[in-house]
């Protein structure tokens, strides 16, 4: 199936990722084997006007372990020509000459569209902006929910934290979107609540949802709880922050066959007491990063 660039969620549509998740599962397969080197000719560009642990690694990763090479900046705010004024746009373009591939996080909602519209190579966005999206982390997230529940027909799921400017809960929300049955309870301090423009989504698409600002309520109700950070500073009441922290008395409220998934990274929003109970994923959510990283590499080259 063709994928020219990855830049949002609505891209997707059910077979494809069925397809990309059936390669993850093969890129795990491969790893276990050490890789190949079937994409020695290829090149990837990774520019991140941000700072980033996960999605730059593990995009490297999965880079080295397709036989591909890389070419990287850490802080494309500080060691490009964006210093010198130089837009995005001239940037890419030039990358473009010199890659096969580029994974941009950028620091504008919209910075990985305008990447793409000028680049004759493959775009992958890696989380541009607040309030944007990061489509390869939603897409990592799902991943980590079908590998261990099978099916998403029917999947609840409760989405914490700092919710209006998180790009990885706008990207999964809209691909949970694409499923039959699936309830989705957003909780988090009314003033940071999930934009309306997802609301809208969602009720275009017959989502069920539920807004919630008490943890406490929907623990017990659902499949998946994901959990994301809050920055103080954006809440009027912060003495109420601690409610929404995960920790080993919440964790009694979840199913026994419910997990728990986290971006990353974590601040005081799960205690360090929940990473050793079977139900804690989030570590494995991270690695399987890798492989969906690399699914989507080979699926935009395929696609060419
Ligand atoms: N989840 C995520 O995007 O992590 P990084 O910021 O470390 O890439």
């Given at each position: 199936m063709k994928l020219q660039h990855v830049v949002e969620?609505?891209?997707?549509t059910v077979p494809l990722l069925m397809e990309l998740f059936d390669r993850s599962r093969r890129m795990e397969r491969l790893v276990a084997r050490g890789g190949t080197h079937d994409y020695s000719n290829r090149i990837m560009a990774t520019l991140f006007y941000e700072p980033s642990t996960r999605t730059r690694f593990s995009f490297e990763a999965a880079m080295y372990r397709l036989g591909g090479k890389v070419l990287s900046t850490e802080q494309a705010k500080v060691f490009s020509s964006e210093v010198e004024g130089e837009q995005l746009e001239d940037t890419i373009r030039i990358l473009a000459g010199y890659s096969d591939v580029i994974v941009v996080r950028h620091n504008e909602a919209g910075g990985a569209k305008r990447a793409a519209k000028v680049s004759p190579v493959p775009v992958i966005n890696a989380g541009d902006g607040k309030g944007g999206q990061h489509p390869t982390q939603a897409l990592l997230d799902l991943y980590t929910i079908h590998r261990e529940r099978k099916s998403l027909e029917g999947l609840s799921i409760a989405i914490i934290g700092e919710?209006?400017?998180?790009r990885t809960v706008r990207s999964l929300a809209y691909l949970l979107s694409k499923f039959d049955r699936v309830k989705i309870y957003f909780v988090s301090p009314p003033e940071v609540q999930m934009k309306p423009d997802i609301l809208q989504h969602l009720e275009e698409h017959q989502v069920w949802y539920a807004l919630e600002s008490d943890i406490s309520k929907v623990l017990g109700e659902v499949d998946v709880v994901y959990q994301t950070r809050i920055r103080p500073e954006r809440v009027a009441d912060r003495k109420k922050l601690a409610s929404y922290t995960l920790d080993g008395r919440l964790l009694?409220?979840?199913?026994?066959?419910a997990m728990v998934l986290h971006p990353?990274?974590?601040?005081?929003?799960?205690?360090?007491?929940?990473?050793?109970?079977?139900?804690?994923l989030y570590f494995r959510q991270a690695k399987n990063g890798l492989f969906v990283r690399m699914a989507l590499l080979t699926l935009v080259w395929d696609g060419e």
């Open positions: 969620s609505q891209q997707f919710l209006d400017e998180g009694k409220a979840m199913r026994s066959d990353l990274p974590r601040t005081v929003e799960i205690d360090k007491a929940v990473d050793d109970d079977p139900r804690a």
